[in-house]
Nanobody, 122 residues
Framework: QVQLVESGGGLVQAGGSLRLSCAAS????????MGWFRQPPGKEREFVTAIRWSDGGTWYADSVKGRFTISRDNAKNTQYLQMNSLKPEDTAVYYCAAGGPRVVYAENYNVWGQGTQVTVSS
């Protein structure tokens, strides 16, 4: 069984930075991409960013372009989300996931992490 474990969430002031990690463990599994989604308080889960595992191609939601960077370490089967210039509206539970190929749609992901809270204070 494959598990995804996120880490790195927390409380940060507006303008600050956080780095999230998502490590895959368990049996080896093939995946088209890994991505990050978030669910703000009282809102639906939304796409943030994704990375194609084979060549590192990336996708970003308009709301995070230029501020967030996704990356991966194939050898460690781990993906990262570097979040800079954080805003209060970035406050959410952040989930990592594996799946694809329609990477912006949550229903295309078949493995999910448990989520990590990111809170940005103003």
């Amino acid at each position: 069984q494959v598990q995804l474990v996120e880490s790195g969430g927390g409380l940060v002031q507006a303008g600050g930075s956080l780095r999230l990690s998502c490590a895959a463990s368990g049996r080896t599994f093939s995946k088209y991409a890994m991505g990050w989604f978030r669910q703000p308080p009282g809102k639906e889960r939304e796409f943030v960013t994704a990375i194609r595992w084979s060549d590192g191609g990336t996708w970003y939601a308009d709301s995070v372009k230029g501020r967030f960077t996704i990356s991966r370490d194939n050898a460690k089967n781990t993906q990262y989300l570097q979040m800079n210039s954080l805003k209060p509206e970035d406050t959410a539970v952040y989930y990592c996931a594996a799946g694809g190929p329609r990477v912006v749609y949550a229903e295309n992901y078949n493995v999910w992490g448990q989520g990590t809270q990111v809170t940005v204070s103003s």
